[in-house]
């Protein structure tokens, strides 16, 4: 199994996961065109993808999600309620996830079996999950967009050995920084965003003798910095006594990331 983060911000989401001959997209929150070009950087035609998940209802994640499926003549995963939305209802193939329920795709050639299970996530925009994929013994997570750490959450989600991980903000920044109060109250609130110390909190509970890759995912342009979440994730893997054995990498907006082999 293979991860390659296409784009992470607020300028839009989007994972890609190949497991075996099985192909998908996990969120779509470019445009279609944007979506298109970061999928022809990973050597992806939008016709190869298999399926695409959807965490949640906001336009980052899910705003080329159900064209994306469209054209890939494929099937979208997300939660009955988000299938209300728009941007997903363009896909003519949906198909709801529950909670907690581990969800096999295979892929439209071979028998390469990905399982997907959601895990509910405090945001603000209900429902939110994050997904944990498995194939062949391998486990990778991708977790942003969480207002607040929650230990039932990490237990879920613990043994993975890539991990996807929200560091949206650093505290003092967003608080000292130009966004208007209220959404400052929004992002710090606990159905908002991770915080680089809140983060830190769910790395603990998290990270395993398993993990060999760590991704910081998410981060703010304005209320954060790629120096200061390193930072934080190190110092974090330097506690739990993994930094020699940890490969910590930082997801972009503008381009797509390395393959990363789960």
């Known amino acids: 199994m293979r991860l390659q983060v296409l784009s ?4 839009g989401n989007s994972a890609l996961v190949r497991a075996g001959e099985t192909t998908v997209l996990v969120d779509a929150g470019l445009t279609v065109a944007g979506m298109e070009e970061r999928l022809e950087a990973a050597r992806i035609a939008p016709i190869q993808l298999d399926h695409v998940f959807v965490t ?3 336009l980052d994640h899910a705003r080329a999600a159900g064209a994306i499926a469209r054209k890939a003549r494929c099937t ?4 009955e309620a988000v299938m209300r939305n728009a941007a997903i209802r363009r896909s003519r193939n949906l198909a709801a996830l529950s909670i907690d329920v581990a969800k096999p795709v295979r892929g439209k050639q071979g028998d390469d079996e990905l399982v997907v299970t959601p895990v509910a996530l405090p945001h603000d925009a209900a429902p939110t999950v994050a997904f944990k994929l498995e194939h062949a013994g391998r486990r990778a997570v991708i977790l942003t967009d969480m207002g607040c750490p929650r230990a039932d959450v990490a237990r879920a989600l613990s043994g993975a050995h890539v991990l996807v991980l929200e560091f949206n903000h650093d505290a003092h920044l967003l608080e000292s920084g130009p966004y208007p ?4 109250r929004r992002i710090l609130g606990n159905a908002g965003h991770l915080s680089n110390a809140q983060s830190r909190e769910m790395l603990r509970g998290l990270a395993s003798e398993h993990l060999h890759t760590l991704v910081l995912a998410h981060l ?5 910095t790629r120096e200061l979440a390193l930072e934080a994730a190190h110092a974090t893997l330097e506690e739990l006594g993994l930094t020699s054995r940890v490969r910590v990498l930082v997801a972009e907006q503008d381009r797509i990331g390395e393959s990363l082999e789960v």
């Open 8 to 11: 992470s911000g607020s300028g």
């Open 56 to 58: 949640h209802g906001h």
């Open 76 to 79: 979208l995963h997300c939660a």
């Open 181 to 184: 109060v209220a959404l400052k």
């Open 220 to 224: 703010s342009e304005t209320n954060n």
